[in-house]
């Protein structure tokens, strides 16, 4: 599924997204559109040159070993049916995981984290190590983690941006998450971020 294309202007300062985020864990039902979505998954990971493939976060050795999914809930973002999707950069589009709400699910391998499944939209970072640990060794996962990191702040000063917030969950059982989810075992999540309106 083709994304719509991303704005490279806005109308507020980065100074001013730093000093207004706050971490939210309470979200209005209020429905994200696809132009917001896009907007999202763009700033979190998406490619920010023409013809070229260089990112909007910082990666070492532009090796890339973060994936990006998206846990779509019922109604969340009109034009997309619910679902787990994987966000494909090079392309700026969605590709379907799952289909079905399964923003509950997901929040019960959080620990039972209910006030995740008020958020339309959870966006789950992922790390591939061998993609950067070919080059860099086992220091390759340090690297991934700041990558992690970078991905995470993208994603909440863009949503302060757009006027939503964003929560943050690093609480959960890896194996299972990825079971719920039906991603690869070996896109181990790292961070998870739930994205709405907030209440």
């Known amino acids: 599924m083709k994304l719509p294309k991303p704005a490279w202007e806005g109308n507020l300062f980065v100074a001013q997204a730093i000093q207004q ?3 939210v864990r309470g979200f ?16 979190a990971d998406g490619v920010t040159e023409d013809g070229g493939y260089k990112r909007a976060a910082p990666s070492a050795g532009a090796l890339y070993p973060m994936d990006l999914y998206a846990v779509v809930g019922q109604d969340a973002v009109p034009s997309i049916d619910a679902g787990i999707y994987h966000y494909q950069p090079g392309e700026h589009q969605l590709a379907l995981v799952a289909q079905g709400d399964l923003r509950a699910p997901v929040a019960e391998t959080c620990l039972s984290q209910r006030w995740m499944t ?20 086992q220091r390759g996962i340090r690297y991934a983690l700041m990558e992690a990191g970078h991905i995470g702040q993208n994603i909440f000063l863009q949503a302060q941006a ?10 959960f059982h890896d194996e299972a998450l990825i079971a719920a989810m039906s991603i690869p075992p070996a896109h181990e999540p790292l961070l998870l971020m739930p994205v709405g309106y907030k209440k």
């Open 162 to 171: 757009l006027g939503l917030a964003a929560g943050i969950v690093g609480a």
């Open 28 to 43: 209005s039902p209020r429905a994200l559109n696809a132009n917001q979505l896009s907007q999202l998954l763009w700033a």
């Open 118 to 137: 008020q958020a339309p939209v959870t966006l789950v970072i992922t790390a591939e190590y061998r993609r950067v640990n070919v080059k860099y060794g």
């Open 21 to 23: 985020r706050r971490t």
